[in-house]
């Protein structure tokens, strides 16, 4: 959930059929505010869980390992291009995990980045039933679909909320459970910071997040595409191009602790993502990238958490 809030708050699927008016629950906006509260409420009491990952971008694909835990979650580097990591790469994760293992230091701003990350998951999706106007456009798949667009009279001060404001799109809540199922967007306009002088983001970038239902109470994203495109201070041009899929989703205990999810981690054979003999069942789809025969070039995100902090 880290990363994925943040980033649904930037971005568009075309409407559906109109439901009839004897099949609207409740008003829309009432049924976002039970969404939304449904969705703070279980995120309190959330479980644990393991799973793979796998991050596509226009320089590379990855696959990583992760075990949710109470400090945090801990992330082990699985393969690069369908392949395992090299040796020097397997040795600069090997360091950087036992630096998160025995350095008290890091341990503390691994704790805080996870606490900010919970903190800003909140407030964003808190914005939700009134920083947009919200009408029914349809039912899918047990969901019910609402089309939103900015609410004028929301004072959107805060980034992320000028960010969250500057789009429409559709939102998909699951019937049964009144939770988040699935959010469409894309930028209306541009968002300009400091009048354009610090940065902006450009009109017609575009997101989708997707969810499935891994327990009775929990919820988690299966998939995330960020397609945005921007300039920073000095006429820097940024893009973020990303496709993320997640999936074998499996419940470890909450009492886990950092040690014991490395642990659980090392029960991984990292060849072909499969559990080793004793542990949980876990499977992980060969890379779409080996399956194309396709070379990539290393991830980003892999260098930068593939390198010893000083």
């Known amino acids: ?13 075309p ?15 009432q049924l976002v505010r039970e969404v939304v509260y449904n969705e703070l409420h279980d995120h309190g009491v959330h479980g644990y869980w393991r799973y793979w990952i796998e991050r596509s971008s226009p320089k590379g694909m990855c ?10 979650p801990v992330t082990r580097l699985s393969l690069l291009d369908g392949r395992p990591p090299s040796p020097e790469v397997q040795q600069l994760e090997q360091a950087r995990l036992t630096r998160l293992l025995t350095s008290p230091q890091e341990q503390a ?19 939700l039933p009134d920083a947009f106007l919200y009408e029914y456009a349809g039912d899918e798949n047990g969901s019910y679909r609402l089309h939103f667009r900015p609410n004028p009279a929301y004072p959107a001060h805060s980034i992320e909320a000028r960010i969250f404001h500057a789009m ?24 300009d910071f400091g009048f354009g ?6 009109k017609g970038g575009w997101f989708r997040l997707q969810r499935t239902q891994a327990s009775a109470t929990d919820w988690k994203t299966e998939r995330l595409e960020v397609h945005m495109t921007g ?16 999936g074998g989703f499996v419940s470890v205990p909450g009492s886990m602790n950092l040690a014991q999810a490395m642990a659980l981690l090392d029960q991984t054979d990292a060849s072909n993502g499969s ?19 396709q070379k990539c070039q290393t991830c980003p995100e892999i260098e930068q958490k593939a390198a010893i902090k000083d």
Do not use: C
């Open 109 to 127: 701003r691994h704790r805080q980045e996870y606490a900010d990350d919970e903190k800003r998951i909140g407030r964003i999706v808190t914005l």
């Open 275 to 293: 559990i080793n003999p004793g542990g949980s069942g876990l499977h992980r789809p060969a890379s779409s990238a080996s399956r194309r025969g």
């Open 168 to 191: 429409s799109g559709d939102l998909w809540v699951n019937i049964r459970t009144k939770r988040l199922a699935r959010l469409d967007g894309h930028l209306e306009e541009n968002v």
């Open 197 to 202: 002088i610090l940065g902006r983001l450009r």
């Open 63 to 72: 696959h990583e390992d992760q075990v949710e835990t109470a400090e945090g």
């Open 231 to 246: 300039r920073a201070m000095l006429f820097k041009t940024i893009a973020r191009e990303t496709s993320e899929l997640r």
């Open 1 to 13: 959930m880290r990363l994925l809030w943040w980033i649904a708050a930037i971005l568009a699927v």
């Open 15 to 29: 409407p559906g059929p109109l439901l009839s008016q004897a099949a609207q629950p409740m008003p829309a906006a």
